[in-house]
Structure formats: structure tokens, C-alpha cells
């Protein structure tokens, strides 16, 4: 508290009971000097603290009062509190003051809560008759009695009270209250300033900013405590410097050039330099800048990134390192695939012989003992062989150079042919190996069959491996379509077996590399561990997911969901080309096994037969004679070999001495493995007999024959329906080097009628396209590769030349390339459509005659055959003779010819292939190996193109390392193509080399590998 020390009136004495106002003139006077006095108050204090005593004093001798307070707001008990008092000079009022500073006072209450809750001034003539005044008797006793108040405003917000008394009753004066309203206003607004300078400067001072106010003339005016703790310079050492002079001397020209900009009246942002620190070292500061061009100054602020920058070098440096690791790293990887690429290559090249020439040897006249020598010498060698191609796959899925193909294949057929592969091997540890296929999932779907036959194979093959009792299922399904899916055909896969299981704690390492459940399993069943892990590779290439549940002792569940695209082919696939004659057959299914019971009736209901199932032959006896006097006779039967207590032999054995029976169709499911004496199962009835697992393809063409139906394993692809000749003959130019696919084509289109000219390279088509007085071509066939002008070369030419004619030939590409992009880089080339080697037959016809009549050919009228459109072909395969006759169009005496003119070609181009190796030219190895490939492509040697595929690599990369081996490989595979030939009676094998059928039948198959 305070109190005056000077005033107007003199010593302290009775007041008279009223006093009357002084004239207008005198009250206009004081009212100006009031706000005079307290303006001048305001001004000359640095707060309201300060302030207040002045204020009050101020206010006391200009208006003649005797006493004054300044009540504050404690905001958080909601009360007024008296923070100053003012007294006249020579005057006391002890109690009063004792009083004032002991109350408190809510909204309302006494003079101070009066003017708090109306936020107004208030008058009161005497205090000792206010009935709202709480003080009342003490100011009675201290002759106190006119008093008033008026509250200090802040935006219509009270923030104070300040109330004066006189020892006389006054009158209350309407002007003088509205001066004080003003003053009110005016303390408030002082408040307001004080405030936000205060805030200012607790933000200034506490920053953990360097802040600062610089002049344009170079110098410092202002800075905050935060440059003594960043820099340590003092203020007055920062203040009495050009600020120049603390910046690092490599930064004070980019730095000068910054304040240049900010003189010119424009902002600066993230501008960095370096300033030093009064030790020495070196701190990098991060500004922001803004000038006030009016009064020559800078508003700065700056922040410490020294750590951040020291953070960003640690980090270059270390992202340079990872980038050197990460360099050195691929280099490692791809040195370790090629390693790995030509260490298998190797190892297969002489295992390859090793197969072959094993697999002659079995075939002549052996000892047992040799037979069984031999024998194990190709299991062994399989085995190994399946151990390369294992980490070769794996190699590659590492180095991320695997791509899946894309291709219309037959799902069904495709997982059939998967197990069946494997029914040898579950066939000798007697297990039923069964697969079921949901009568919802489409027919054909768009993938890569290869790579599914191969996940599947890994996964069953572990299956049957580690199952030594009851059954290996495959179950396939069709998943709904994800949220948000690009109409994509969802299917899952699962496959259970009764197997020795697999531990709880070892699921999540079954997928890891090199990795097994236990040592133990390896040691027992043997196996790289690679085989599952290159599954769920793929299974992610195909955008899966691959997983397992397992119960120790009772059996695994693996499941793995892929996503293909949808068929353009009709999806309802065999039941839609189901002949009628079939629908409504009663078929009896007998077999001891539940579950392929059920997969043998899901078949034959869904081609809308009637099957009935029993379990037992004598069940099944029972059930046929029943129903043979009435209209529910059965029309065929469907039985397993092997079931016990009586087992399907006796079944055909009791059918056929029953006069009612024996006529049934009787089908004889039978295990892999068992030879069948045809005489025995005509003698016992027996129509047809398949080995299990039984394919939807194979169960549906052997009852088919049975019933005189034409087989529908072609129906189920859509073709191209074609005319026997075309609408309108064409003139057509082909250009192809190899002489067998230039018969082919101009074979096939002669027959549609058309007139073919044939030439050998690229410059020749040009030269013919040229001739003066040259009729008119429809359509020029271009092969890409060839000798002294390739196909794009020629194209460019002929392009360049109808800018002047202003005529257009369309120009069909024939290649063999069939790698993504090959069809754009034709496109791009100025050809109008892309076919690829091997030559499908109608696609060459629908692509060519669909040149005929376009004034602007469409580029995509044509199916597209690229590398996502080819069928994959099993590159084992010695001579795929049904595709290679389609191609002909079903001619065989084209493909005698053709095979012959392969054959004269091929031997010259062996000995092509083999000079340059012998001279170590790459770039001729390369040239005559892809010509060999086309030709032996076209007559249909899918491992010898093979083969001639793996020479052409070798002149690609120019490393013959190796390529003696592999020259060997398509000699061999060469002369196995000569060897089917002969067995197909497409050309006439020599006489000593003449041989019963049996032994071209039973020639092996290449072993489909499994993991």
C-alpha cells in the first residue's frame, strides 16, 4: 500500500454535513486536469503497479477528494482485493485503511462490487446511510462520507476499481462520472500496452531463438539471451560490432548479399551461414528475416542447426556407405547368380547325358542286376538334377530376374497333370492322392500354369514325402473378389495330407530357405529345404499368400491363395461343350475311399449325369441288380482296383456272368504303376481303365467314347472359325530367311487361295516392293531377324518411300522374339501387327487376311502374341506333334514336307553353329543358333529350341564359356527329334536303326520336378 504524502487541503478536522458543487467552469477545469494528471501518471511509470499511486494522488488533488484505492481482480476466487491507497497529506484514517485492506468483495457487494458488476461508475453521497456499503461504520467513525468509483475498462472488460472519499456529502455529477468513464478507458488501455510489451519481452527474453533488430547500417540494436548461451558474446559485445564481423569468413559475401536483399524491402527465408563462436568453434544458423524499410531496420530470428547439420553429414556419410555396401552387395549377388546360373548349367549338361544315356541303356537287353545298377544311377542322377534346378530357381528369385508368363490355360488340366506327376510316388507308399476342383471355378483362367504346376508340385511333393499312410487332397476353390480388385479370378489352394505334422514352434521357419522342420526330417527324407521357400516366392508373384496349419502327428494344411485374369474363352469351359447324349446317364460309383467318392460324384453331377455312390463291391452288386429290371438301370459303372475284402476285378468278374449286367460299361480306376493286360479287362468286361487321380478331362472323354459321344477335349477352347478359303484373294509378300518357316506360310496361305512371293531378306523385299511396273502387294509377311537387311530396317525403308506415293502396305511382323515389348517396338517401328514364332495357324490367317480393306489398319484387331499371350510349353518335351499340326492346319502331308526341309537345313546350320564355335565368334554362334531355333520351333522340338535358345545366349553375352557343353546338349536333343520323327512316320528312319514300337513307347518321359 501507499500513501500521499503532498495535498491541497489542510490538516484533518470536521467536515460540514453538505457541501454544495463548485461552478461548471471549475469542475471543467479539474475534469481536464484530471485526465491531464493521470495521462501524465500513465506515462511516466513502467507499470501499473507504479502507476496506481500516482494515479491516485492524481485524481485526489485535482477533484479535491481526500482518499482514494485501487481495488485489482483475483480472477481465481472470483473476489476484488485492495491493492493501493492513497491519503491526503496531513490527513489519517487508520481504521479505514485497516478495513479496505481486509476486505473482500464478490460482484455486487459494496462500492467496489457495485461498479465491478455494472461496469459503471457509481456516486454515493454518504457512505454511513448506503445500506450496501459494509465498511459503513468504520468510515463513520473516520468522518469519511461522499465516496465514488469507477471501473477500469479493457475492451469492455473490467480489469480494476478505483474508489475515492470526501469527508463531505457531495451530490453526484453526471459530467464528472463520464470523465472518470474515460479515464477508466484510459488506464485500461495503458494496461493493455504494458501487457503486451511485457509478453513481448518474455518472449524475446526467453526464446530459445536467436532473436534480433538490426539496423540497415550493419550494426546490431537489439538482441535476446539467446545469442550469449548459442555464440557467449555478451550483449554489449554483439551491440558495439558490425554483425559482419562475427560471421565465418567463407559466408560474409553470401551473407552480405542477404542483407543486400532485405535493404531492398524483401523478405528472407531459410538462408543458412556459419557465425563463430567466441571460443572459436563454428555454429550453423538457420534465419528468417523481415525488413521495416520505413524505419531502417531488420527483424531476424535464427536457430541453432549445428547438431542437424552434424546429424546430415553423419548421415551422407553413411548413405554413400550403404550405396558403396548396396553396390557391392549386387555386384556379389549377381556374381553369385551367374556363378550359381553357370555352375548348373554345367552340372546339367553332363547330367542330361547321363539321363539320356541311361535311359538307352534301360531299354536294351539287360541282366537284373544291371537293370537294377542302372536304374538306381537315373534315380540318382533325378534326384540330383532336381537339387540344381532347386537352387537355380532359387538363385534367380533372388536376383529378382524371374517373371512370371501370362498365358490361357485350362485349370483343371493343369492341376491334373500336376498330381498325376506325382501319383508314382504315392502309388508305392500306397496313399490315395486325390485333388478337388469346385464346380464354381472357371475353366480357363490368364496366368503363368508353369509356375502354378510348380508351386503345386513343391507342395504336394512335401505331402506325399513326409505322408506315410491315408491321403494327400488337393482342394480348389474360388475366392470372392477383394474390395477395390481389378476383376481378377481369385482361386485357393489347398493341400492336406495325414502326415507326420509339423511342431508348433517350427511353422514359422518351414518357409525359410535351406530350412526344414528338424534336422532329423532332412536326414530321413532328405531335400535341399529350398523347395517351399521357392514356393512362396512364386505364390507372392502371383500376388498371394502362402500359409500352413499343422498338428503334430496328424497331418498339415498348406493354402495359398493367386490371382489370374479372367478367360475370354466361355467360362462354364467343358460343361458348355458337353454333348447332350451324356446329360441324364446313371453312373454307379464304387469306391472304399469317402473322399473320392465325393470328387467322382461332384464330376459327374455337374455334367448333369445321375451318380450314385456305394462303398463296397457288394454293395454295389446289390444296388445294379436291383436296379436293373426297372427304369433306373445304371448306364455305366465307375469302380476303384483296389478296395477291400473284394476288389474291383471281382466286381467286373460278377458283372460279367450276370445276363442282366454284363452288358454295363464297366470303368476300372487303377493306381500308377500297375500294368494292365488288355486281354484280361476285355475278357472281364472291362471298357475303359484310368489311372488315379482321375482327371475331369480323362473321366469325361473315357465315358464319351464309351457312348459313341465325340470327344470335347477340342471344344473346350473357343477357335477362330475360318472359311475354307478367304473372302477375296490377297497378294502377299513374305520375306523369311529359314526356309522352313517360308514354306509354312506360304503353304497356308496358298491354300486360303492367295498368291505368295517369296524372298529371303530384307533388302530383296524392298528391291521387289520397288520394281517399276510391279503389281500392287496386299500384304508384305516380315520375318525381324535376317542376313543384310533385318525386318525394322527394311520396314524404315519402305515407310520412307510411301511419303511419296502416299499408298500404305500393311506389314505383319514374324518373329521369334517374344519377350514384353517386342510387340511396341514393332508397333513403333512402322509395322501394323506382330505375330511370334512358333506360327499358329489360324492367328496367321485372321492377322493377315484382317489387313484386307483397311485404309487405316488397327493395330490390336489381332489377338496379341507376345510374351504375355504365349502358350508355355513343358520344355522338356521332345516333339509336340498335336501343336505342331494345328500349325499346318491339320495337313500332315505339309508337315512331312516341312519336316524335311528342317532336316537339310538343320544339318548345315549345326555345322554354321559349330564353326563358330570353333573360331570363338560369338556374333555368328548367335546368328546361327536363332536360326536354328525358329526352324526347330516350327516342326515343333520344343527341348531342342531349347537348347538352340541356350547357344543363342551365349552369343548374346559373347562368353562361350561353357557353350561346347551345351552343344552338345542340342546334338543330343537333335537326334531325340530324329528319333520321334521316325516314330511319327513323318520321315522313314534308316533300317538298322529300325525298331519294335514298343520301345519308342516306352521311351521315359523327363521327370517333372518336385520339391
Not at 487361295?753 to 500384304?779: M, N, S, Y
Amino acid at each position: 500500500m501507499s500513501r500521499g504524502t503532498v495535498g491541497r487541503f489542510g490538516a484533518a478536522g470536521p467536515a460540514p454535513p453538505y457541501t454544495q458543487p463548485v461552478a461548471d467552469d471549475l469542475l471543467d477545469k479539474h475534469r481536464l486536469t484530471v485526465e491531464h494528471a493521470t495521462a501524465h501518471a500513465l506515462v511516466s511509470a513502467a507499470s501499473l503497479d507504479e502507476a496506481a499511486p500516482r494515479v491516485l494522488e492524481a485524481i485526489c488533488e485535482s477533484l479535491g477528494w481526500e482518499h482514494g484505492a485501487y481495488w485489482t481482480i483475483d480472477p481465481s476466487a472470483e473476489l476484488l482485493r485492495c491493492a493501493n491507497i492513497w491519503t491526503l497529506a496531513g490527513l489519517a484514517f487508520p481504521e479505514f485503511d485497516s478495513a479496505s485492506c481486509a476486505a473482500t468483495f464478490p460482484r455486487g457487494q459494496g462500492l467496489p462490487g457495485r461498479v465491478w458488476a455494472s461496469g459503471h461508475p457509481a456516486w454515493i453521497p454518504d457512505v454511513t446511510k448506503d445500506a450496501n456499503f459494509p465498511r459503513a461504520p468504520v468510515a463513520t467513525r473516520e468522518g469519511l462520507h461522499a465516496a465514488l468509483g469507477f471501473p477500469v475498462l479493457l475492451r469492455g472488460e473490467v480489469q480494476g476499481v478505483l474508489e475515492f472519499f470526501s469527508r463531505e456529502i457531495r451530490k453526484p455529477d453526471e459530467r464528472l462520472l463520464s470523465t472518470l468513464t474515460t479515464v477508466g478507458n484510459q488506464i485500461g488501455m495503458f494496461l493493455d500496452r504494458r501487457r503486451a510489451q511485457e509478453e513481448l519481452d518474455r518472449f524475446f527474453d526467453v526464446s530459445l531463438d536467436m532473436l534480433c533488430i538490426a539496423g540497415f547500417d550493419g550494426y546490431f540494436k537489439r538482441v535476446n539471451p539467446a545469442w550469449h548461451r548459442i555464440l557467449g558474446y555478451t550483449e554489449q559485445e554483439l551491440l558495439g560490432r558490425p554483425y559482419i564481423d562475427f560471421v565465418h569468413p567463407d559466408d560474409r559475401h553470401a551473407t552480405g548479399a542477404q542483407a543486400k536483399t532485405l535493404s531492398d524491402g524483401r523478405e528472407v527465408i531459410m538462408f543458412e551461414n556459419r557465425y563463430r563462436h567466441k571460443d572459436g568453434t563454428i555454429r550453423w544458423l538457420l534465419w528468417t528475416s523481415a525488413p521495416i524499410p520505413a524505419k531502417q531496420i531488420i527483424y531476424g530470428a535464427a536457430r541453432d542447426i549445428t547438431e542437424r547439420k552434424e546429424a546430415e553429414e553423419t548421415l551422407g556419410t553413411l548413405v554413400r556407405e550403404l550405396e558403396l555396401s548396396k553396390s557391392r552387395a549386387e555386384d556379389a549377388t549377381a556374381a553369385k547368380s551367374a556363378f550359381l546360373a553357370n555352375m548348373s548349367h554345367e552340372i546339367q549338361t553332363p547330367l542330361t547325358a547321363i539321363l539320356g544315356m541311361t535311359s538307352l541303356a534301360l531299354d536294351t537287353r539287360l541282366t537284373s542286376e544291371q537293370k537294377d545298377y542302372l536304374t538306381t544311377v537315373r534315380s540318382s542322377a533325378e534326384a540330383l538334377l532336381d537339387v540344381v534346378n532347386d537352387v537355380l530357381d532359387f538363385s534367380k528369385i533372388e536376383a529378382q530376374r524371374l517373371d512370371l508368363e501370362s498365358t490361357e490355360f485350362d485349370i483343371r488340366e493343369t492341376v491334373g497333370d500336376g498330381v498325376a506327376l506325382l501319383a508314382h510316388r504315392a502309388a508305392e507308399k500306397g496313399l490315395e492322392l486325390l485333388f478337388d476342383i469346385a464346380g464354381d471355378v472357371p475353366a480357363t483362367v490368364v496366368g503363368d500354369p508353369g509356375r502354378l504346376r510348380q508351386v503345386l508340385l513343391n507342395i504336394v511333393g512335401n505331402a506325399v514325402k513326409f505322408t506315410s499312410k491315408g491321403e494327400v487332397v488337393v482342394h480348389v476353390t474360388l475366392e470372392p473378389e477383394p474390395v477395390g480388385d481389378d476383376g481378377r479370378v481369385w482361386l485357393n489352394f489347398a493341400v492336406s495330407d495325414s502326415g507326420i505334422g509339423i511342431p508348433q514352434d517350427k511353422l514359422a521357419h518351414v518357409f525359410e530357405a535351406f530350412t526344414q522342420a528338424d534336422t532329423s526330417t532332412t536326414r530321413r527324407y532328405g531335400g535341399t529345404g529350398l523347395g517351399l521357400a521357392i514356393a512362396r516366392r512364386l505364390v507372392e508373384l502371383m500376388d498371394g499368400r502362402l500359409s500352413v496349419t499343422s498338428e503334430e502327428g496328424r497331418g498339415s494344411t498348406f493354402q495359398f491363395t493367386a490371382g489370374f485374369q479372367p478367360s475370354a474363352i466361355d467360362g462354364e469351359g467343358v460343361r458348355a461343350a458337353q454333348p447332350r447324349e451324356l446329360e441324364g446317364l446313371r453312373v454307379l460309383v464304387v469306391d472304399d475311399h469317402a473322399t473320392n467318392r465325393r470328387i467322382l460324384v461332384e464330376m459327374l453331377a455337374g455334367w448333369r449325369m445321375k451318380p450314385v455312390a456305394v462303398a463296397d463291391a457288394l454293395s454295389a452288386l446289390k444296388e445294379l441288380q436291383k436296379a436293373s429290371p426297372t427304369l433306373r438301370r445304371y448306364h455305366a459303372v465307375i469302380s476303384d482296383c483296389q478296395m477291400p475284402e473284394v476288389d474291383g476285378y471281382t466286381l467286373a468278374k460278377w458283372i460279367k456272368h450276370d445276363d442282366r449286367l454284363r452288358q454295363t460299361p464297366f470303368v476300372m480306376l487303377t493306381s500308377l504303376g500297375r500294368p494292365e493286360d488288355p486281354a484280361r479287362l476285355r475278357r472281364l468286361g472291362i471298357s475303359k481303365y484310368l489311372t488315379k487321380p482321375v482327371k475331369h478331362s480323362d473321366l469325361f472323354d473315357a465315358l464319351a467314347s464309351l457312348f459313341t459321344v465325340a470327344p470335347t477335349r477340342e471344344t473346350r477352347r473357343a477357335k477362330p472359325t475360318l472359311a475354307a478359303r478367304a473372302r477375296r484373294p490377297l497378294r502377299i509378300l513374305v520375306a523369311e530367311d529359314q526356309a522352313v518357316n517360308r514354306r509354312l506360310v506360304t503353304t497356308i496361305l496358298e491354300k486360303r487361295g492367295h498368291t505368295i512371293v517369296q524372298v529371303e531378306d530384307g533388302k530383296q523385299a524392298c528391291d521387289v516392293l520397288a520394281a517399276p511396273g510391279a503389281k500392287r502387294f496386299d500384304v508384305v509377311v516380315m520375318d525381324l531377324q535376317m542376313p543384310e537387311m533385318g525386318g525394322l530396317e527394311a520396314t524404315q525403308v519402305i515407310r520412307q518411300r510411301e511419303v511419296a506415293t502416299g499408298r500404305h502396305v500393311p506389314i505383319v511382323a514374324l518373329t521369334a522374339h517374344a519377350m514384353k515389348g517386342d510387340r511396341d517396338r514393332c508397333l513403333a517401328g512402322g509395322m501394323d501387327e506382330y505375330l511370334s514364332k512358333p506360327i499358329d495357324t489360324p492367328l496367321l490367317i485372321a492377322t493377315v487376311e484382317g489387313m484386307d480393306d483397311r485404309s487405316h489398319p488397327a493395330r490390336a484387331t489381332a489377338p496379341e502374341r507376345d510374351a504375355t499371350t504365349m502358350t508355355r510349353h513343358d520344355s522338356h518335351a521332345v516333339f509336340d506333334e498335336s501343336a505342331t499340326l494345328r500349325r499346318t492346319g491339320g495337313d500332315r502331308q505339309l508337315l512331312k514336307e516341312l519336316v524335311a526341309l528342317y532336316r537339310a537345313d538343320a544339318k548345315v546350320t549345326l555345322r554354321q553353329i559349330a564353326k563358330a564355335l570353333s573360331a570363338r565368334n560369338a556374333e555368328a554362334l548367335r546368328v546361327a543358333a536363332h536360326t536354328l531355333k525358329g526352324s526347330v520351333a516350327t516342326v515343333g522340338g520344343t527341348s531342342a529350341r531349347h537348347a538352340a535358345a541356350t547357344l543363342e545366349d551365349f552369343g548374346k553375352t559373347g562368353s562361350l564359356d561353357g557353350a561346347d557343353s551345351a552343344l552338345a546338349v542340342l546334338r543330343m536333343e537333335l537326334s531325340k527329334l530324329d528319333q520321334a520323327f521316325v516314330a511319327a512316320r513323318l520321315v522313314q528312319g534308316a533300317r538298322r536303326a529300325k525298331a519294335p514300337r514298343r520301345d519308342t513307347a516306352r521311351r521315359p518321359k523327363t521327370r517333372t520336378r518336385s520339391r
